[in-house]
């Protein structure tokens, strides 16, 4: 997860925030519609130019967010909600406009992000967990190993965190790419929100890849088609608000309550630096990652399930 | 951890915030001092009034803080700090004095409160996983089961949350207590406290138990000496801040900067509710919670070697 | 999990290992029969003298076995058999039928056993993760807080082993059975088989209880209805067979092919005592025992929806 | 870890049974001695023809094996034995032995292999967690970024295990070679023994690297200097023995004592097939991985703080 490093990690948001303060924007086009049967309101935010995209903090590209209330409810059983077939089918259909189109079978590498050893931040290793992997069955018994389902190959690694590996996840993606060359990139990834609200049961899907630090510039650790060369998927839930953030939004609210002079003087006397590398999440974490990662992976698995027209 | 029911479970914090209100206390004795050779301050904290103890929201009782900056921090081994075995050493000396005082040996059952999936939460059942436990050898081969040095007789139980065992904590510790008869119970838990700057580098010693919700009045789910009939020491860690806390202190400090009506005015902006359930904590929160964990394991280890004269 | 102590924990292969040495018996009823549309056969075993539950080294009551060839294989979606609904539904059956009955809502404390560090061992604690549990709900909002399914009220421990306990499993049940008096006791729990064929695909359900060591005799740690003073069902899967078992057993067979004098000195050559405290189990545990336990908890889950006509 | 696809992992234990049947052997040289301060016994094996290597079936090159008895002893505080340090040196030497000798600072990529989700095959992972990793630093902040002692620069990854990542060890760890260019690899693993005696007490360091399948042949999944290009180094410890090797052992020495035909014959009563993909393990193997990998990973935080003549 790219904690802190940006405010929001949703595009919807930073569209929003935006929006307050600049009014209509060119070079961003916005699609919204409701999914009343299921429950899901779909936002659509294309990124068309350089311009735009420096003002959002984004990358160029297709963003779809997803926002599903009951998607990080306990259902009956205790598990998942009654809902989360239905979420998952709306969730595999995204995908599979974003993944390329190819006559034959695609190959397919998830990525999980995040460290497992932190609940918030492992929704990444969490979805990893539930996939169905198929390639290695390919390389040894070829299309006869396969299940008659398996419309996509995949394979999947979890490349665990900077502070124990040492090296950054763009460098460990890129040579497993080169050495086992798939037709794109699938990254699982828990993201930050600037609003609690949003936290758990939204979900953005995208055909930019992955930025950390800013989104604009600062190639060099991007995972994204420019440096891996083939297309990057990136699937993000928002689990954590920067802590900073909240006390930020709160004090720009009243701010609009407040004269000028009073407002700034009295900002002073917040020490929003005691805030930094804090995180906020929800309390019951631990089982809402369990939920949404299953979702998901329910989600991916349908992908996987595509059939080609051979 | 008993999140966001109480904004501090520190009785340090407590009788700061309570001073800066109403200056010298009754009933409250502090005592502070640091040993620099190690880099702790300690306070004491002795409530010894009913009143006193309603005005900080705490028992009756003795609270002992340890501040050590460095208790999270990284040894050049990447495990623990260089300084934690005298660390450890400090903590035993101030749990002994806590302990009860008997000829023979003591036996004491150590409970790990907490969630252990949920890694802020966690403290309790991974200092748990580290201690060294005798009381079975004893049952089975008597007193030559035991090595010279086991003073203290231990057992200890990781009862889980309220909501995966559908008890109370005090329940399931009530009945192993009744069963089992040990001489004393020493409880860890991770704790809230009022500031980040705390988080990961306070330990708190108390002799007077576990209470969930406010500290006076609804004894029922209390864990202490009234409710089990034995003494109840508790030692704990801040490792988060309720979210709320944090925004509402960021507004106090303003609130001084400012005129009353346009204060309160502005502050009805900021909608607090949208924090409930939600806490802060830090990025490193994992690697943190192995090293303290460890640190108190030693130091619980340390006093179950203590020798008594028989 | 009562690791070696007994050769096998299945009453089933008790009573075939008896019958191929003594022929028919007395005090043991046995039934047995198929369920071919969901591909599971069941066996009951009564033991209903004391005799017989010496000869079997299981002590008097009802042991239903239930083998399920495709409990550990992997469906479609590669987490549990398509199958396994059908096969939850049919363990619920047997359980209700165990199960105490009674007019009003039941209580039921479910226990899970074994050492979550050790795969093979895991079994309960996993089964545990997945449960619903309502008894706070109802400690807290009276029969407003549960929904309309819960027939029974459940709560739930995991007591952790001896080692890291210091305490025998059957003193910290019986503590928390006398402060929260459940109507009955579910045990869950991973077993020792004898054959490699029947692991992680045999499910035992009795109205016996626990007992670790031999099964009769010493009922100082027994968990049964005698030591706890309701009933206790015991719901088992094999995931391990001892050692030594495998080898002797191979050497068994050999013997009937052998003459006497050369089987004995031969047999002196096999230095058994190198596998105590050595287990076989299967390589692909872990998924296994992921699979396993959902399907248990979906039939306890199940089971706990019972309605009881009121 | 290799499951099942080598009788034994060790080349120590190759060479005894080589030996049992050849008596003395070309082209390999083997050099034993004890460390009677430290209790462990060490045996250098190397193989250096072709012929030997068939022979044995196992790669030419050097194979330092460390027999440590209290390896996997509880040391008095609970959790590593008193000599750990002293191993750990000891381990530390011959592992600075078998790296390359390079002027300036090394590089090594340290490598976990095995199922953290097995607790038998999870020493990999288990090491892995413990090491000090520095490469991000370098990266980062240069020659500054890093502590005086850190004489090797290291990364690492758990690249788990080809069911979850679809993928060849040997792929996934080419591919981070070639894009992160370190001097040497070092690969941890849990290796198959012969004997249950040699379980979690025997340390082999080989410069030969790491061959799934047989040791001789099959190149392609190797993880080795000829598929890397660089040194590779791999530590492993023995945690599991193939149920088969056990069975047909017992009756390899039976075998000794009877007459051929009747051997024979008794023989094929035995199904062995029935033990394919089973193992043997020990009771308490997941406090002996624990401890284990805390030794290992001492011994390599040792080896790391190495200094170079500069």
């Known amino acids: 997860m790219a904690f802190f490093q940006a405010r929001t ?3 919807l948001e930073a569209r929003e925030y935006v929006e307050n303060v600049n009014g209509e924007l060119r070079g961003i ?10 429950g899901v309101s779909v936002t659509k935010v ?4 350089k311009n735009s995209a420096k003002l959002l903090g984004k990358p160029k590209g297709t ?16 598990d998942v909600s009654e809902n989360h077939e239905k979420v998952a089918a709306e969730i595999s259909e995204h995908l599979i406009q974003l993944l390329p189109q190819k006559k034959e079978k695609l190959q397919v590498l998830v990525v999980g992000l995040g460290n497992r050893d932190v609940t918030a931040d492992a929704l ?13 069955m390919l390389q040894e018994f070829g299309r006869l190993g396969l299940e008659k389902k398996q419309g996509i190959i995949t394979s ?8 124990k590996t040492g090296m950054e996840t763009a460098e460990i993606v890129k040579g497993i790419v080169k050495e086992t060359t798939p037709d794109a990139v699938i990254v699982i990834d828990a993201l930050a929100s600037r609003s609690t609200k949003r936290l758990n049961r939204t979900i953005q899907i995208s055909n930019t890849g992955i930025h950390p630090g800013s989104g604009v510039g600062n190639h060099r650790n991007a995972i994204d088609e420019e440096t891996l060369g083939i297309p990057v998927i990136a699937i993000g839930v928002p689990t954590v608000v920067d802590a900073a953030t909240i006390v930020a939004d709160a ?12 407002f700034l003087q009295a900002r002073d006397s917040v020490a929003l630096s005691s805030l930094y590398n804090m995180y906020v999440t929800a309390k019951d974490i631990d089982s809402t990652i369990k939920r949404v990662s299953f979702t998901l992976a329910e989600a991916l698995n349908m992908t996987f399930e595509k059939e080609f027209e051979e």
Chains 1, 2, 3, 4 share one sequence.
């Open 124 to 136: 990444g290793p969490a979805v990893a967990e539930h996939l169905n992997i198929s390639r290695h």
């Open 156 to 163: 999947c690694i979890v490349p665990g965190v900077m502070a």
């Open 63 to 78: 963003y779809i967010t997803l926002e599903v209330p009951d998607l990080c409810q306990c259902g009956e059983n205790g």
């Open 251 to 262: 004090l720009e609210k009243m701010h609009k309550e407040l004269q000028e002079t009073a």
């Open 46 to 49: 294309q990124i068309t130019t």
């Open 9 to 11: 990690d949703l595009a």
């Open 29 to 38: 086009i916005v699609d919204e519609y409701e999914k009343k049967e299921i």
